[in-house]
């Protein structure tokens, strides 16, 4: 029988199909395909023959459901549909060719249930692993929902009850009732932006188009004063070079720096001081924002920009805003950073190609005449 085959000759299948792998052009083999990912198809594949082999009437489902848990089993492991394909592919072959050279008497029956068995255990692999990964998906994707109307309903109900103590006349809008209302406010603000930036990335519609840095710059600054006098807090904005030109998405990298000095602002203590300024090399324009929250846990500065992550007591947020700032500036071709300075604050660099459509020349006449 095909199974007990398999079974006696399993060592000499495994080193047969991992040098296969190895040759293999693409998908290209990984370490943990090497190491556990071949034994663990050869598992599935005798299993599955085991289930057509055992007395009585065939039963593909059976077969189909225990190849669906294989999958599964892949998909946990950080297999690609690829290797599923390949690998069961090259167990095939190195099973056939074995047979072959051992002269093993294996019938057209044996084979053809084994080639059964193998067209089986592919397809419905895939099929699980596709199940396995959209559930997961969807998971994921309810998870993140649930937790932003959590979050948006709890930004409601603070600012109509804080709306409705104000309406009474009672309490004057700069006091604490008011400032309440604020901050829901400018919470709720904050996540309507956020998803804004979250679909246009998710959609692909970003649209780049020669921006002045300095005018950039200005823009994100009007509102940035506005609300760090709120908070108490001392914003300064270094002077921009008025020749410095970036192309890229506004209303993306808008959205990132404008996150990222909502967090400076959030972290900083009150009478603390939050700067930007800004460099340039021939190729590169970096934006960077210095807060001065205290500075970072040893080596928690790249956590920041995982999904759900904050920093700090204060848990107000999902925790996402990090991690979409970094994928906007990521979709204008630039790279959010980190560096920390303990026991003093954080500076967030936002580094971007320089566009030098038009040139330093057209800028500088462009600003005499400004003048």
């Given at each position: 029988?095909l199974?007990?085959?398999?079974?006696?000759?399993?060592?000499?299948?495994?080193?047969?199909?991992?040098?296969?792998?190895?040759?293999?052009?693409?998908?290209?083999?990984t370490?943990?395909?090497?190491?556990?990912?071949?034994?663990?198809?050869?598992?599935?594949?005798?299993?599955?023959?085991?289930?057509?082999?055992?007395?009585?009437?065939e039963?593909?489902?059976?077969?189909?459901?225990?190849?669906?848990?294989?999958?599964?089993?892949?998909?946990?492991?950080?297999?690609?549909?690829?290797?599923?394909?390949?690998?069961?592919?090259?167990?095939?072959?190195?099973?056939?060719?074995?047979?072959?050279?051992?002269?093993?008497?294996?019938?057209?029956?044996?084979?053809?249930?084994?080639?059964?068995?193998?067209?089986e255990?592919?397809?419905?692999?895939?099929?699980?692993?596709?199940?396995?990964?959209?559930?997961?998906?969807?998971?994921?994707?309810?998870?993140?929902?649930?937790?932003?109307?959590?979050?948006?309903?709890?930004?409601?109900?603070?600012?109509?009850?804080?709306?409705?103590?104000?309406?009474?006349?009672?309490?004057?809008?700069?006091?604490?009732?008011?400032?309440?209302?604020?901050?829901?406010?400018?919470?709720?603000?904050?996540?309507v932006?956020?998803?804004?930036?979250?679909?246009?990335?998710?959609?692909g519609?970003?649209?780049?188009?020669?921006?002045?840095?300095?005018?950039?710059?200005?823009?994100?600054?009007i509102?940035?004063?506005?609300?760090?006098?709120?908070?108490?807090?001392?914003?300064?904005?270094?002077?921009?070079?008025?020749?410095?030109?970036i192309?890229?998405?506004?209303?993306?990298?808008?959205?990132?720096v404008?996150?990222?000095?909502h967090?400076?602002?959030?972290?900083?203590?009150?009478?603390?001081?939050?700067?930007?300024?800004?460099?340039?090399?021939?190729?590169?324009?970096?934006?960077?924002?210095?807060?001065?929250?205290?500075?970072?846990?040893?080596?928690?500065?790249e956590?920041?920009?995982?999904?759900?992550?904050?920093?700090?007591?204060?848990?107000?947020?999902?925790?996402?805003?990090?991690?979409?700032?970094?994928?906007?500036?990521?979709?204008?071709?630039?790279?959010?950073?980190?560096?920390?300075?303990?026991?003093?604050?954080?500076?967030?660099?936002?580094?971007?190609?320089?566009?030098?459509?038009?040139?330093?020349?057209?800028?500088?006449?462009?600003?005499?005449?400004?003048?």
């Open positions: 029988m199974y007990e085959f398999l079974t006696l000759n399993r060592d000499e299948l495994i080193r047969r199909t991992r040098e296969k792998v190895l040759q293999r052009l693409a998908p290209r083999a370490k943990e395909e090497m190491e556990n990912g071949v034994p663990l198809f050869l598992s599935q594949l005798t299993e599955t023959l085991r289930l057509a082999e055992a007395p009585g009437p039963d593909d489902s059976n077969i189909g459901r225990s190849a669906a848990l294989h999958g599964g089993e892949l998909l946990k492991r950080g297999f690609t549909v690829a290797q599923v394909v390949h690998d069961y592919g090259d167990v095939c072959q190195a099973v056939t060719e074995l047979a072959v050279e051992t002269r093993v008497p294996i019938g057209t029956d044996d084979f053809r249930v084994f080639n059964r068995c193998l067209d255990a592919i397809s419905q692999a895939v099929t699980g692993y596709e199940t396995h990964r959209e559930k997961l998906v969807t998971d994921q994707e309810n998870e993140r929902l649930g937790v932003l109307a959590h979050e948006l309903r709890n930004l409601l109900q603070t600012a109509m009850i804080s709306f409705e103590v104000l309406k009474r006349g009672e309490l004057g809008v700069n006091g604490a009732t008011g400032r309440l209302h604020d901050r829901s406010l400018r919470g709720l603000l904050d996540l932006d956020r998803s804004m930036t979250e679909v246009r990335l998710a959609s519609a970003q649209k780049r188009l020669p921006v002045r840095l300095a005018e950039f710059i200005e823009e994100i600054e509102a940035a004063t506005i609300e760090a006098r709120s908070r108490n807090l001392h914003l300064t904005v270094a002077v921009v070079d008025y020749a410095l030109m192309e890229v998405d506004r209303q993306l990298l808008a959205s990132a404008t996150n990222l000095l967090n400076a602002f959030k972290f900083t203590p009150p009478n603390g001081h939050v700067a930007v300024t800004t460099s340039a090399t021939n190729a590169r324009v970096r934006i960077e924002i210095e807060d001065q929250c205290g500075g970072l846990p040893p080596g928690k500065a956590e920041l920009f995982l999904p759900f992550e904050q920093r700090g007591h204060d848990r107000q947020g999902l925790g996402l805003g990090l991690t979409i700032s970094r994928r906007a500036i990521a979709a204008n071709s630039g790279t959010l950073s980190v560096r920390d300075h303990p026991g003093r604050g954080c500076v967030f660099t936002v580094d971007l190609p320089r566009a030098l459509r038009g040139g330093a020349v057209e800028s500088v006449n462009e600003f005499q005449e400004r003048v």
